[in-house]
């Protein structure tokens, strides 16, 4: 692996090889939102500190980033960070309480879109660059470091409906009766994310995903229209700094054809499609991430192993990283994210039926 010109060497790089879809003697796993609330170590480093304080914290955003690969060992870490980080450097004024991101001036016009700023990553997020950079000096090259962004759709529905939504009411009733401002939030929203996730690489992130949560809001037609040719934009923006680039998509089953045309190198689904479907569907050149459901997390350790080597099973093998298919839940019990890990590392490629014929 290169990184700054200099050629380093990986403790464990298991998650790079399955996103090459290159031979491994296990499928890697980590969980999406893995440091977090589920955690005795977050709520004491997170005590008296509203969250938008704490992605701002570099001390305190290493030691968060840092507690579940030390806890459990998964195979990646990554960054402590939040989707909407470079949304506040655009000029918006974000907060995340308890209950949820709140945007108190949203984007509902030309002229707010105009207001928007493309912000330069060095200059108004150096913070999440200097976690990363810190956080590459603690792994000392032990396991791979995912940096991360959300995609533009995602980001313009927290933008437009001011936070989170049950029904996506003001975003759809711009895309179909102001197509031409979401095209250019959306636009300008691609150029933010493509500088900040390009300064990322930069700064020591390994791998790169975008969250396109919300995506799946949209029908296969609008989904190509108002999020793809965006998404392509941003990975097309990394495609030669050589670091795996991943799309995770929440509610994907009917846009999985349309996702594989983004440019990722890893599509990382939800729950809801059958992995071998995925893989049916699929180019054999797309690796895949995923997709226990995370309430499985929430059950009994014979359950979680044998839903962990289900999911390996009908993941092939070659290209698959396991994965929630979505992030883990605040109520998760510790022990029961420590059996999934250990689980996953029990299942090795040799006794899989088939795994020397995986695609």
Request: proline share 5%.
């Amino acid at each position: 692996m290169r990184r700054g010109g200099v050629t380093t060497l990986m403790k464990n790089d298991l998650f790079l090889r399955a996103c090459r879809r290159e031979p491994v003697d296990r499928v890697p796993v980590w969980l999406m939102r893995q440091a977090g609330r589920y955690m005795r170590e977050y709520r004491a480093v997170r005590r008296n500190l509203l969250f938008m304080e704490l992605v701002k914290d570099v001390d305190r955003a290493t030691e968060i980033s840092l507690q579940p690969y030390r806890r459990f060992h998964m195979d990646a870490v990554i960054l402590f960070s939040d989707i909407l980080v470079p949304v506040q450097a655009m000029g918006l004024d974000v907060s995340i309480p308890e209950g949820g991101p709140k945007i108190e001036n949203p984007v509902r016009s030309q002229n707010d879109v105009k207001n928007l700023r493309i912000p330069d990553p060095v200059a108004e997020t150096r913070f999440v660059l200097d976690i990363l950079k810190k956080l590459r000096q603690e792994l000392r090259d032990e396991v791979p470091l995912i940096g991360f962004a959300g995609a533009p759709f995602t980001l313009a529905s927290y933008m437009i409906e001011g936070g989170g939504s049950r029904n996506f009411s003001v975003i759809k009733a711009m895309l179909y009766g102001d197509p031409a401002t979401l095209h250019a939030l959306l636009g300008k929203t691609a150029e933010t994310v493509s500088l900040y996730v390009q300064a990322q690489i930069e700064a020591g992130a390994e791998a790169i995903q975008l969250f396109d949560t919300w995506a799946g809001e949209l029908s296969a037609a609008q989904y190509r229209e108002f999020a793809l040719p965006y998404t392509q934009r941003i990975f097309e923006s990394i495609a030669s700094l050589g670091v795996p680039r991943i799309l995770f998509v929440n509610g994907c089953a009917a846009l999985l054809e349309a996702m594989a045309e983004s440019g990722a190198d890893v599509l990382s689904v939800d729950w809801r499609v059958d992995l071998g479907e995925v893989r049916q569907r699929l180019d054999s050149g797309i690796a895949v991430q995923g997709n226990v459901d995370p309430c499985v997390l929430l059950s009994t350790r014979e359950a979680i192993e044998g839903e962990v080597r289900n999911t390996i099973l009908k993941g092939g093998g070659r290209g698959h990283i396991l994965n929630l298919g979505h992030g883990i839940l605040p109520l998760t019990p510790e022990e029961n994210v420590a059996a999934f890990v250990e689980a996953a590392k029990n299942v090795r490629m040799i006794h899989m039926a088939g795994s020397e014929k995986a695609p």
